[in-house]
């Protein structure tokens, strides 16, 4: 999508009016890594802030197979039945090699590809920890000031730590299979300590029993884990999105926690750590940006990168030298 002759005000304008077009193109700006392009982001999102943050956050992971777009394109679809304006962030695996990405959840999500209350976006992961994108969190902005009031975020799950995910969420459902534990899935047992909801999926005919057992045994494994919040213990529920069986009990809980979170204090402490980690996050981005900008760095990288191989400097004297170029 062109980003030529981008006026801010105009497109801060067709985002609270809803247009589609103008967050499409707002999202690709912020992800464009173009200096230009970085300093109008950043003042359309400062124009925005206002019109953010009404909307619930909600992060899914799980393995690739385990039905992540069939849960969200039928979960999707019954919120929007219910009057509510979804966005889907689909978060796609890139290659390590050349960057490439999938880009396919929209041709997944059938019915919400074509639903006018619904947004879906896939972006690459770019190899970022977490399988989320770098700009995930400014898109949940532009997402909001649109007024989608529900965001939901899938992540790639493929086994790295999703940490990341979790900190710029409300909510993080983990998405499991029946007959398997999760190390055997790829996730981490990690990722279990920081869900606020496990839910087996696919547990439709034969595999309701399964589905069942899997339950009960990662409700044994969480009571040996230190829960997120001491107001709230991790439900594990089975549902099946093919079906759309279980998710009307699945989106009590999510509802039911949200209570929860308001009433304790947590919600708004959530949301304000997240900001700060946030800020930390682009000041690490910044510095980086700052130092490959800077007209000695591939020099000054290449000799530090050799230095460090043939053992001449160690990795932390190679690193303070090369922050010394940032003349901080």
């Known amino acids: 999508m062109s980003l030529a002759g981008i006026d801010i005000q105009t497109l801060a304008s067709g985002i609270k009016e809803g247009n589609r077009t103008a967050l499409a193109r707002a999202i690709t700006l912020i992800e464009s890594k173009r200096r230009d392009h970085l300093a109008l982001a950043q003042g359309l999102l400062q124009s925005l802030l206002p019109f953010t943050g009404k909307a619930r956050r909600i992060g899914i992971?799980?393995?690739?197979g385990v039905g992540k777009?069939?849960?969200?394109?039928?979960?999707?679809?019954n919120l929007t039945h219910t009057g509510h304006k979804v966005a889907v962030l689909a978060v796609d695996p890139s290659s390590q090699r050349t960057g490439g990405s999938i880009l396919g959840d929209k041709t997944r999500m059938e019915r919400l590809s074509v639903d006018r209350s619904a947004f879906i976006r896939p972006s690459p992961a770019s190899g970022t920890l977490g399988g989320v994108t770098r700009k995930t969190r400014e898109t949940i902005l532009l997402c909001e000031a649109a007024g989608f009031d529900i965001i939901i975020v899938e992540t790639v799950g493929i086994g790295q730590s999703e940490t990341a995910v979790a900190e710029m969420v409300d909510f993080f459902l983990v998405l499991m299979l029946m007959g398997a534990g999760d190390e055997l899935q790829g996730i981490k047992k990690g990722v279990?300590?920081?869900?606020?909801?496990?839910?087996i999926n696919k547990a439709d005919g034969s595999n309701k029993d399964r589905a069942s057992k899997a339950a009960a045994e990662y409700r044994g494994a969480l009571n040996i884990l230190t829960p997120v919040s001491p107001n709230w213990s991790p439900p594990v529920i089975t549902i099946s999105?093919?079906?759309?069986d279980g998710l009307d009990h699945l989106w009590q809980e999510i509802e039911r926690h949200h209570q929860v979170m308001k009433?304790?204090?947590e919600f708004d402490?959530?949301?304000?750590?997240?900001?700060?980690?946030?800020?930390?996050?682009?000041?690490?981005d910044s510095l980086m940006a700052?130092?490959?900008?800077?007209?000695?760095?591939d020099a000054e990288i290449a000799a530090a990168e050799r230095d460090v191989r043939s053992g001449v400097v160690t990795a932390?004297?190679?690193a303070e030298r090369l922050f010394g170029l940032l003349g901080i």
């Open 241 to 244: 999105g093919l079906e759309n």
């Open 316 to 318: 932390a004297g190679a």
């Open 61 to 64: 992971t799980g393995v690739p």
């Open 290 to 297: 700052r130092l490959r900008d800077h007209p000695q760095a």
């Open 192 to 199: 279990l300590e920081i869900a606020d909801m496990i839910a």
């Open 69 to 77: 777009s069939t849960l969200i394109d039928t979960l999707g679809s």
């Open 263 to 265: 009433a304790s204090g």
């Open 269 to 284: 402490e959530r949301r304000q750590n997240q900001q700060v980690r946030w800020m930390w996050s682009l000041l690490e």
